[in-house]
């Protein structure tokens, strides 16, 4: 056939928009797809009937991010059916006769995602570039969530499409357009975001910011717009690539300027100002704040007017920030038998003893949290992109400072005896996701946050690593008292649920208990306060 499912695209697609990882991946699939002939070709979605639905463990303003990128980018765009009826269960019916419909017929043509699916088709149908054209991308994020840019051109027009994927407002800085400088970009489509006209500065460069969630798609006009030149310069002592491993103070001089607002990371509203005294200016940067990676800066400079600015180019650094050792303890090896000893596991020949953990570390780097878990045997069966399968990580992290949920979901279990937790991280072999306490309960995982954690896998020491970013736990200033509650079972990845227990085991599922009992293998308890 002419066509092909294009699994790379939905992978990156979940790690980015539902998963929160750094948007360069997207840089590297949409690049790799430009070298095939016919990109528009290429069957695109965001998931299907052999996964977890998008939805599960994300926001509705996720999934409408998503499939408005899907609708931007050459290929023929499917969506599962259930997805405009905010569907959550991978296979559920869409009438009352059918498999978890609730004895209720779902098809409304009203509902919030249905309209927003029809205004999306539309879109796409009065506009040919955006099936058929060429994409080259100008701007990405390589530490985490936020900004992506790319621009979209056939013969006729040339587009660009602006996103923000991060719970938070961020900043759009020295995007080359190539257009002449004062070209104005119409707005095609926006969405959580403002639907303004903006123009390219007299570098021929767009500079806007976007809310959080949001996508702004606009059309490149031949219309112009007088371009103010600026007065001001700035000089920072920073170099592109330097590589810092402490705190770092931030020095330079401004020309005509009255202050400098530094911009870390595109957080606009995290930024810093400090004042310009006889054309000089200095910042002492904090590391211990940041995640060890790559940081961009970007500075703005003010003159004597408000309306008299200026921005400096990007700089790109590296925290190289030293690693500190907070908990490191040891499990019995054989204890993965249950909260009673009973349990037992699967029948399949895949299954090993992947559930028995061995020990723990936790460490910090930075304002990151790096969590080890190691475990009796390591497999990787179904070839899982995250590098180990047949166990979920059940990470439940009990900030002091905060009161959380004494439920844990979906695992008929409560959290050790005068705990709560605030922040919950799931992982197994294709899905790492995030969440906080509210909204949790029983039958509920709580609120979708994210940059989620990455992940890394050591075959050979049997051992998975999780980096949590600060940013995930509300970035606080000490991890002092944090406590850690770690289980582990198995994920039905298909069925998109926690493997049953029955009083024998079957193929997939486990034996030595009920339904009822809690879905815990074996388990570790961490307190930092000690």
Do not use: C
Request: glycine share 8%; aromatic share 12%; hydrophobic share 35%.
């Amino acid at each position: 056939m002419s066509a092909m499912l294009d699994f790379p695209l939905n992978i990156e697609i979940r790690r980015v928009f539902k998963e929160g990882k750094a948007t360069a991946n997207l840089r590297y699939r949409l690049e790799r797809r430009e070298q095939f002939e016919h990109p528009e070709r290429l069957v695109t979605f965001i998931d299907n009937h052999d996964m977890e639905r998008f939805l599960k463990g994300a926001g509705l303003a996720t999934v409408k991010q998503a499939l408005a990128f899907l609708f931007t980018v050459p290929g023929i765009p499917v969506i599962y059916y259930g997805t405009e009826q905010g569907f959550v269960e991978t296979r559920a019916a869409m009438f009352k006769e059918g498999y978890a419909s609730g004895g209720v017929d779902h098809y409304d043509t009203f509902f919030e995602m249905y309209q927003f699916i029809r205004e999306l088709t539309e879109f796409r149908k009065s506009n040919p570039v955006f099936r058929h054209g060429h994409i080259e991308v100008l701007k990405d994020d390589p530490n985490g969530p936020g900004i992506f840019a790319f621009k979209i051109s056939d013969e006729e027009v040339t587009a660009y499409v602006m996103l923000n994927t991060s719970n938070e407002r961020r900043i759009i800085t020295n995007l080359k357009t190539r257009l002449e400088p004062g070209t104005v970009i119409e707005p095609l489509y926006t969405l959580n975001t403002l639907k303004k006209k903006y123009s390219a500065d007299k570098d021929g460069e767009l500079n806007l910011v976007l809310n959080p969630r949001s996508v702004y798609v606009g059309i490149a006009t031949t219309q112009k717009k007088k371009v103010k030149m600026p007065t001001v310069e700035i000089y920072p002592n920073l170099k592109q690539g330097q590589k810092i491993t402490g705190n770092f103070v931030i020095t330079g001089t401004a020309k005509n300027a009255k202050s400098v607002k530094i911009i870390f990371d595109t957080r606009i509203d995290a930024s810093v100002s400090v004042d310009v005294i006889d054309g000089k200016w200095s910042y002492e940067w904090d590391i211990s704040k940041f995640d060890p990676g790559i940081h961009t800066i970007v500075f703005k400079v003010y003159g004597q007017k408000r309306t008299d600015t200026t921005y400096s180019e990007d700089y790109q650094v590296i925290l190289d920030i030293p690693e500190k050792l907070l908990a490191q303890v040891e499990d019995p090896e054989g204890d993965d038998h249950g909260p009673f000893g009973k349990y037992l596991y699967p029948t399949d020949v895949t299954f090993k003893r992947q559930m028995d953990l061995l020990g723990v570390t936790i460490k910090q780097i930075g304002a990151s949290l790096v969590i080890t878990m190691k475990i009796k045997d390591l497999t990787t069966s179904w070839s899982p992109q995250n590098g180990f399968d047949h166990v979920t990580f059940q990470i439940y992290i009990d900030d002091p400072s905060k009161t959380g949920a004494k439920d844990l979901p979906f695992q008929n279990a409560k959290m050790p005896d005068g705990l709560d937790w605030d922040y919950f991280i799931f992982a197994n072999g294709w899905s790492i996701v995030a969440y906080s306490s509210e909204g949790s309960g029983p039958q509920a995982f709580g609120t979708p946050i994210s940059p989620t954690p990455q992940v890394k896998t050591n075959k050979m020491t049997r051992e998975v690593t999780l980096i949590i970013p600060s940013e995930v736990l509300g970035r606080p200033d000490s991890f002092d008292g944090f406590k850690f509650y770690i289980t582990t079972w198995d994920f039905d990845g298909i069925e998109a649920r926690y493997r049953d227990l029955y009083p024998k085991p079957k193929a997939f599922h486990f034996g030595g208990g009920e339904k009822t009992d809690p879905y815990i293998m074996d388990d570790v308890l961490i307190d930092l306060g000690k």
